[in-house]
């Protein structure tokens, strides 16, 4: 999708239809473990695929699993609690939930079977605290250093004396991140041979619905916990990880906090459904569900589904303890813009050390679209933009910033009077766990056609507006038109029905029914592929005269609007900027000379291998160009308020670069 380091959304107005949401980070990430560790092969269907998740199974190679992925399933062998590979680097990006694990995990192994390992990530994850960790197993005998900074990966793990004390209770903290005590769960089994492992936590247990997803999954991989409380755990004698076979991995319940977030403030009419997780499911993270019915979602629920509409409007705003849903608690916050009065969220002091610290990144950003944002150590207190603004977010690196700012987009819906576009920076940081969270989210909102952006690029023939056109579409994640394309397609239709020019009734009317289909480079003329067809000289020819037709226009004209869709649009050809979209955000014009465009033209047909004359190319480009401004109809001119662009003497890139700038002065942030 874009390539540029934003992408923009526009006024949004209204949401309904399905999504399917990607796997359970959480889930998949132990899941993965605990197959690697196991003996035979496990089947995991569903697994998420994201960037946490790939870092595991790189991991999971590095020290010997057989893995075989196909599509979102996939095949792993484990190593049956013996290291196969004694020596390795394992890079585990910004994934808490592989870091803190593996370095249990392998701590344990390399203590009783030797070996050295390094575990590292991205600079975030080297600022994310391990101490509370590395502690407990040091408690076992474990040789763990810190390669940076005291407290932080990079760890390195050395062969210790070949065995582990687990005689006393092993003491863990619980009140930063409960990850320290899954890792424990999930890894102390590899050392229960000699007696049961028991680990007691110091303070409060925080997030304990994440404890809960680890012990459901050790109970599916044959491992039982016997817990008191929350605080004291004990892992079973002699207990040995045993594959189910197959587990499937459920959708992710904090992935499914935005589209429950989006029901509940856009859902007018059909509700948002959301499949891959219901009320039934074993993430902590559905209980988001609950809170987002407090302040007006209308939620119905069944096996693996959920139906979310539009209750109460403005929302209620609350005051919650959030402890059991810290993450999908994020999207609260984005919630509260939509509420009547103040939403405090209180005991979030975990956020603080996630991907990025989480309550300064929120309250920072939710000022920036005009919301009073009061933040503490462990709380963030939200009232809804008096004015809102444009904003450009900042996402930090972190997937759930730019997932939740999204849903600032419906500004209209509260009131903002201009509706405001939101500008996401580093878009693609959705990869962590949602990499598709975009593409998914446009295709269930709707908007005003008059609020979704255009840029139009016409020019003469040759004059490389279409792949100027296109590569400004790609880098801003537009839906891109070539207009042009649509003559040839109705040109080339008339050529097959053996309709010429002179019978513009027909030829109008084959406009008007025309099957055309665009993906990609793919254009489908009545299924069959025809790009390439389409570039042929006669149906060309053909398409310059069929484009004179007054009411071939016309029929057209619907297709080419319908090109307008959420999140924007790049139009080229003739007449965009003058007759289909004379309202558009931006109109370029491009003017290179017959002269140049002769030279080209000759340059890329000699290319292909087609001989060709540069001094007859020019005549008929010159014969195109006169043909074009002076037919009575969408004649060939700038509009008054194109921007003029000569680009006799720019390569692409230098085209592009320009329009993308002059786009940049029309847009608001
Ligand atoms: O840009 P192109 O060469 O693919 O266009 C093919 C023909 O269609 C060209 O002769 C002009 C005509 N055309 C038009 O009249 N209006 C447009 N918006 C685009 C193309």
Same mark, same amino acid.
């Given at each position: 999708?874009?390539?540029?380091?934003? &992408?923009?959304?526009?006024?949004?107005?209204?949401?309904?239809?399905?999504?399917?949401?990607?796997?359970?980070?959480?889930?998949?990430?132990?899941?993965?473990?605990?197959?690697?560790?196991?003996?035979?092969?496990?089947?995991?269907?569903? +697994?998420?695929?994201?960037?946490? $998740?790939?870092?595991?199974?790189?991991?999971?190679?590095?020290?010997?699993?057989? !893995?075989?992925?196909?599509?979102? $399933?996939?095949?792993?062998?484990?190593?049956?609690?013996?290291? *196969?590979?004694?020596?390795?680097?394992?890079?585990?990006?910004?994934?808490?939930?592989?870091?803190?694990?593996?370095?249990?995990?392998?701590?344990?192994?390399?203590?009783? %079977?030797?070996?050295?390992?390094?575990?590292?990530?991205?600079?975030?994850?080297?600022?994310?605290?391990?101490?509370?960790?590395?502690?407990?197993?040091?408690?076992?005998?474990?040789?763990?250093?810190? /390669?940076?900074?005291?407290?932080?990966?990079?760890?390195?793990?050395?062969?210790?004396?070949?065995?582990?004390? $687990?005689?006393?209770?092993?003491?863990?903290?619980?009140?930063?991140?409960?990850?320290?005590?899954?890792?424990?769960?999930?890894? +102390?089994?590899?050392?229960?041979?000699?007696?049961?492992?028991?680990?007691?936590?110091?303070?409060?247990?925080?997030?304990?619905?994440?404890?809960?997803?680890?012990?459901?999954?050790?109970?599916?991989?044959?491992?039982?916990? %016997?817990?008191?409380?929350?605080?004291?755990?004990?892992?079973?004698?002699?207990?040995?990880?045993?594959?189910?076979?197959?587990?499937?991995?459920?959708?992710?319940?904090?992935?499914?906090?935005?589209?429950?977030?989006?029901?509940?403030?856009?859902?007018?009419?059909?509700?948002? *459904?959301?499949?891959?997780?219901?009320?039934?499911?074993? %993430?902590?993270? !559905?209980?988001?569900?609950?809170?987002?019915?407090?302040?007006?979602?209308?939620?119905?629920?069944?096996?693996?589904?959920?139906?979310?509409?539009?209750?109460?409007?403005?929302?209620?705003?609350?005051?919650?303890?959030? =402890?059991?849903?810290?993450?999908?608690?994020?999207?609260?916050?984005?919630?509260? &813009?939509?509420?009547?009065?103040?939403?405090?969220?209180? =005991?979030?002091?975990?956020?603080?050390?996630?991907?990025?610290? *989480?309550?300064?990144?929120?309250?920072?950003?939710?000022?920036? &679209?005009?919301?009073?944002?009061?933040?503490?150590?462990?709380?963030?207190? /939200?009232?809804?933009?008096?004015?809102?603004?444009?904003?450009?977010?900042?996402?930090?690196?972190?997937?759930?910033?730019?997932?939740?700012?999204?849903?600032?987009?419906?500004?209209?819906?509260?009131?903002?009077?201009?509706?405001?576009?939101?500008?996401?920076?580093?878009?693609?940081?959705?990869?962590?766990?949602?990499?598709?969270?975009?593409?998914?989210?446009?295709?269930?909102?709707?908007?005003?056609?008059?609020?979704?952006?255009?840029?139009?690029?016409?020019?003469?023939?040759?004059?490389?507006?279409?792949?100027?056109?296109?590569?400004?579409?790609?880098? +801003?994640?537009?839906?891109?038109?070539?207009?042009?394309?649509?003559?040839?397609?109705?040109?080339?239709?008339?050529?097959?029905?053996?309709?010429?020019?002179?019978?513009?009734?027909?030829?109008?009317?084959?406009?008007?029914?025309?099957?055309?289909?665009?993906?990609?480079?793919?254009?489908?003329?009545?299924?069959?592929?025809?790009?390439?067809?389409? *570039?042929?000289?006669?149906?060309?020819?053909?398409?310059?005269?069929?484009?004179? &037709?007054?009411?071939?226009?016309?029929?057209?004209?619907?297709?080419?609007?319908?090109?307008?869709?959420?999140?924007?649009?790049?139009?080229?050809?003739?007449?965009?900027?003058?007759?289909?979209?004379?309202?558009?955000?931006?109109? !370029?014009? +491009? $003017?290179?000379?017959?002269?140049?465009?002769?030279?080209?033209?000759?340059?890329?047909?000699?290319?292909?291998?087609?001989?060709?004359?540069?001094?007859?190319?020019?005549?008929?480009?010159?014969?195109?160009?006169?043909?074009?401004?002076?037919?009575?109809?969408?004649?060939?001119?700038?509009?008054?308020?194109?921007?003029?662009?000569?680009?006799?003497?720019?390569?692409?890139?230098?085209?592009?670069?320009?329009?993308?700038?002059?786009?940049?002065?029309?847009?608001?942030?």
């Amino acid at each position: 999708m874009y390539t540029t380091p934003f &992408l923009d959304l526009p006024p949004l107005l209204h949401a309904a239809g399905t999504v399917r949401l990607p796997g359970s980070k959480s889930i998949s990430n132990r899941v993965l473990l605990l197959a690697g560790l196991a003996a035979g092969t496990t089947v995991v269907h569903d +697994l998420l695929d994201s960037d946490d $998740t790939r870092v595991m199974l790189a991991a999971l190679r590095d020290l010997g699993c057989d !893995i075989d992925s196909r599509g979102d $399933t996939v095949r792993i062998t484990g190593l049956g609690g013996r290291l *196969r590979n004694r020596d390795a680097r394992l890079f585990l990006g910004n994934a808490g939930t592989a870091m803190r694990p593996l370095t249990a995990a392998l701590a344990v192994l390399t203590a009783t %079977q030797g070996g050295r390992f390094e575990l590292s990530g991205v600079p975030r994850m080297h600022e994310r605290p391990i101490g509370d960790l590395v502690d407990a197993l040091r408690q076992l005998g474990c040789r763990i250093d810190y /390669v940076g900074n005291e407290g932080y990966p990079p760890l390195r793990l050395t062969a210790g004396s070949g065995s582990v004390r $687990t005689q006393a209770p092993i003491r863990v903290r619980g009140d930063v991140s409960s990850q320290f005590l899954t890792a424990l769960l999930l890894g +102390l089994p590899l050392v229960s041979g000699i007696g049961p492992v028991v680990i007691e936590v110091e303070g409060e247990l925080i997030s304990k619905p994440y404890v809960e997803i680890t012990l459901n999954l050790l109970r599916r991989f044959g491992i039982a916990v %016997q817990r008191d409380g929350w605080q004291r755990f004990t892992i079973a004698q002699g207990s040995a990880y045993v594959s189910p076979g197959d587990i499937h991995v459920e959708g992710d319940a904090s992935s499914a906090s935005y589209f429950v977030a989006l029901g509940a403030i856009a859902a007018t009419g059909q509700p948002v *459904r959301i499949e891959g997780v219901g009320l039934d499911s074993i %993430q902590g993270d !559905i209980r988001f569900v609950e809170a987002a019915k407090a302040m007006g979602a209308d939620v119905r629920s069944g096996p693996g589904w959920l139906e979310v509409k539009r209750g109460r409007w403005p929302l209620a705003a609350i005051e919650l303890d959030c =402890n059991h849903i810290p993450d999908a608690a994020m999207t609260l916050a984005s919630m509260a &813009l939509y509420a009547e009065g103040t939403t405090r969220l209180t =005991n979030i002091a975990s956020w603080r050390v996630k991907e990025t610290d *989480r309550i300064a990144a929120m309250a920072a950003e939710l000022r920036k &679209l005009g919301a009073q944002v009061v933040e503490g150590a462990d709380f963030i207190e /939200v009232s809804p933009p008096a004015r809102w603004r444009a904003a450009a977010i900042h996402t930090y690196d972190d997937h759930r910033v730019a997932m939740c700012f999204s849903l600032a987009a419906f500004n209209a819906l509260a009131g903002a009077d201009p509706a405001v576009p939101v500008r996401i920076l580093d878009p693609r940081c959705v990869a962590k766990t949602f990499p598709h969270y975009f593409e998914t989210l446009f295709s269930v909102v709707q908007t005003a056609t008059s609020h979704v952006p255009v840029l139009t690029v016409d020019g003469p023939s040759s004059s490389g507006k279409g792949t100027v056109a296109s590569a400004v579409a790609q880098a +801003l994640g537009y839906h891109f038109l070539d207009s042009g394309a649509v003559y040839r397609a109705t040109a080339l239709a008339a050529m097959r029905a053996g309709v010429t020019p002179a019978d513009e009734a027909r030829v109008a009317a084959i406009a008007a029914s025309l099957d055309l289909a665009f993906e990609g480079h793919s254009i489908r003329l009545g299924g069959e592929e025809v790009a390439d067809q389409l *570039r042929d000289e006669a149906v060309g020819a053909m398409a310059s005269k069929v484009s004179a &037709l007054p009411t071939v226009r016309s029929a057209l004209r619907e297709l080419q609007l319908s090109f307008r869709r959420i999140p924007g649009l790049v139009a080229d050809g003739r007449d965009m900027g003058t007759v289909i979209f004379p309202s558009a955000n931006l109109k !370029i014009f +491009l $003017t290179a000379s017959a002269a140049k465009r002769a030279e080209r033209r000759h340059k890329q047909l000699i290319s292909k291998g087609i001989p060709a004359n540069i001094d007859s190319l020019r005549a008929d480009l010159e014969a195109r160009d006169a043909r074009d401004q002076n037919r009575a109809i969408a004649p060939l001119k700038p509009a008054e308020d194109a921007v003029l662009l000569d680009n006799s003497d720019q390569t692409i890139d230098e085209s592009v670069n320009e329009v993308l700038a002059a786009w940049e002065q029309r847009r608001p942030f």
